[in-house]
């Protein structure tokens, strides 16, 4: 990153880089960590996007529209929807009908949504850990401490 703030530097001088700097080693952390996840996820059979949804639901503990998923994932609700698609194939989730409006559905997480839900879980906490531990080494911060 310094290199590239240097190369900005040299092109427009009367440009202020530094707050590019900060915004591309978070850009570029923010997509090392996606990818690192992706990984981790697809070795428990999910994406990204399914394990949002798969926490969402674990986190309110409740039913869920396609609009209030798309709310909280920020995404939008055909997008939500279509996610869901393949979670229903696979057995995660299952569709209700919405007790508040028949004519709308609601995504529950079935048992087997439940049981998957630990172990993934457990393998992004382990990931994020080591990253924090990477990223801390040598400099007294703790992951703990905060």
Do not use: C, H
Not at 5 to 11: A, P, S, T
Not at 31 to 58: C, P, Y
Not at 76 to 104: F, I
């Amino acid at each position: 990153m310094d290199q590239l703030q240097g190369q900005w530097m040299r092109l427009y001088p009367e440009i202020e880089t530094a707050p590019s700097a900060v915004i591309g080693r978070v850009s570029r952390l923010a997509r090392i960590i996606q990818m690192r996840s992706d990984v981790v996820l697809a070795s428990r059979g999910v994406t990204w996007a399914e394990f949002d949804i798969l926490s969402l639901l674990a986190r309110t503990g409740r039913p869920m529209t396609p609009t209030e998923r798309a709310a909280d994932l920020l995404t939008s609700a055909p997008a939500s929807t279509k996610r869901v698609k393949k979670m229903l194939g696979s057995g995660l989730v299952r569709r209700e009908t919405n007790p508040k409006d028949r004519r709308g559905a609601v995504i529950v997480m079935t048992e087997k949504g439940k049981a998957s839900l630990a172990p993934i879980l457990a393998s992004v906490r382990e990931l994020e850990a080591g990253l924090l531990q990477s990223l801390a080494a040598g400099d007294g911060w703790s992951p703990r401490r905060g």
